[in-house]
Nanobody, 116 residues
């Protein structure tokens, strides 16, 4: 059974940094795409960043240049390094993984709060 577990969220001041982790219960080679989403209170979920099995990444414009997504296949873990955090980055962050057969898996989420 595939499980994803996020960690690394917390409270940080504007301009600060956090690194989120998404640990998978299986090898990351099972996933052809992995991503980070976020959802702020009262808003729709938003795709923040994604990375495919070849290491190609893309980001929503609002985090371009500040966030970096990566995957460590040896540790079965995906990361989101977040720099220069802003209050508008406050949200629950979720990791998502897709298999080539169409399976979709989500983590339970981790709260990121950025104070001004």
């Amino acid at each position: 059974q595939v499980q994803l577990a996020e960690s690394g969220g917390g409270l940080v001041q504007a301009g600060g940094s956090l690194r989120l982790s998404c640990a998978a219960s299986v090898s990351l080679f099972n996933f052809n795409n992995m991503a980070w989403y976020r959802q702020a209170p009262g808003e729709l979920g938003e795709l923040v960043a994604q990375i495919n099995s070849g290491g190609v990444t893309n980001y929503v414009d609002s985090v371009q240049g500040r966030f970096a997504i990566s995957r460590d296949n040896d540790k079965n873990t995906m990361y989101l390094q977040m720099l220069n955090l802003k209050p508008e980055d406050t949200a629950v962050y979720y990791c998502k993984a897709l298999t080539s057969s169409g399976g979709t898996y989500w983590g339970q989420g981790t709260q990121v709060t950025v104070s001004s």
